[in-house]
């Protein structure tokens, strides 16, 4: 391209101003790499003096026409731009662009680079924009399917850091509102160095990061900076791996909440649950489809969803519930009246098997690990919890026919810390008595005998057993009757007894 057809095309740009209009050339398959191919461009420039958005998406930029492109625009969306250029010549092209706008003294609100593919040097390629002036201002950041990989991820946290610092230094702190980069590999180190600044940010409303390879440490991570982020509404984290911890960490004061296929499974379930009974009250939808969940997980989360006057839709669809389970969750639905609310369970994919051991035994080891290291994280307190569960465990484990005074001081205690209000205690008390799958190999089911369900009969009756973690309990028993054979008087009398603790 000619230096003269690039000076008229900024001299065009440069006549603009900020208004309402947009010139879109979205989808034409455009290859602008010379003075013929951006002759009528030019043309329709000039005509445009309110220009404020320039639509390029869908086009194929080179490095020389990169330049021209860039004064007095708020929005530039530049996805799917370079196709069938070399990677290397996308960098250079993305920092013609980003030193034109800085030049023209732009102030962009929006910025969409999506499907570009340029991978972390391409981020790169916009860091110095990014930490401009022209991006302070921005509210919309779109990066979705560019390959960014833990690189990028990190170079893009550390842009947005920057930007903020500067920005709050000359009195107009960045208040990016929306987040998007799906598809960009960025796994845990690249997920913990965008949580950091999302957490610097405290003002985003929407973060979509589906398909990152992003499993518990990344998914804590960003769980810990959403709670500086409170006008957050919608974060879809789908196709990423959360497990128990991760969903514990991450149910927080949300309106749609999009877990689908990220195996949350049945004890991830349960804590999601918990969190819906303590909060979430204007939660529209609810998506843990493809979880590895089962029946009577299933069961409990729609039980804890009756309170959500906004609920729109609970999606379970792809789980394992079997054809009677997905009967009884539709029941379920219906006692409560809201079965127009819960999705489709054409995919589900049936009862699992007895003995079927879950996926992922590395991400499970790598979770032991870090249940000891936040134990010496949350000190004496934190680990005292843990000691104490173990300790009650152990105590309705060798539970015999006559109840026993000091297992019902030990329930009393552990249903009185915050440690049951997460549904924690009692995820781990079924794990014990083989209600419950555990992600944790280690824990060995324990042979259920009558006295360990004549002591939990007779603590359920008590008043220090919350009703509604009475009613999870009596969800799994009456679900697992395998479990059971060998003492049914046992278990019809705690079925009894829970029946009335909820129904009271």
Known sequence: MASGDIAQITEALAKTHVGEVELSYKGQGLKLDNAESVKEMVQEIEQYQGLRSLRLEGNTLGVEAARAIAKSLEQCHWSDMFTGRLRSEIP????????????????????????????PDGVKGIES???SSACYTLRELRLNNCGMGIGGGMVLASALTECHKQSSAAGSPLRLKVFIAGRNRLENDGA??????????????????????????????LASAIKHNPNLQVLNLNDNTFTKRGSTAMA????????????????????????LREGLPFLR???????????????????????KADLEKLDLNGNCFGEDGCEALRDVMESMNMEDLLGSLSDDEGEPEEDDDDDGEEDEDEEEREDEEDAEENGVNGTKDVIEDK????????????????????LRKAFSNSHSQSYNFISSLMVNLGLLKSEDKKIKRVTVLPGHLFALEHAAAQQFFPADQADVLETFVSRNGKVFESCC???DALKTTLVKRTTA
């Open 391 to 410: 300790v009650i465990l152990a105590n309705i484990c060798m539970s015999e026919w006559i109840p026993k005074p000091d297992v019902y001081a030990l």
């Open 285 to 307: 939808e609810l998506n843990l489809s493809f979880g590895e969940i089962c029946e009577a997980a299933a069961v409990v989360v729609a039980k804890a969803v009756r309170s």
């Open 489 to 491: 008087n046992a278990r």
């Open 192 to 221: 913990t160095a965008l949580a950091k600044a999302f957490k610097l940010l405290g003002s985003l409303e929407e973060v979509h990061m589906p398909q990152n390879g992003i499993n518990h440490p990344g998914i804590t991570a």
């Open 252 to 275: 927080e004061c949300l309106k749609v909440i999009n877990f689908g296929d990220c195996l949350v499974r049945s004890e991830g379930a349960i804590a999601i649950a918990a969190a």
């Open 129 to 131: 924009l990014l930490k």
């Open 92 to 119: 250079p092209a993305l920092i013609s662009l980003g030193n034109a706008l800085m030049t023209s003294g732009a102030r962009l609100t929006h910025l969409d680079l999506s499907d570009n593919a340029f991978g």
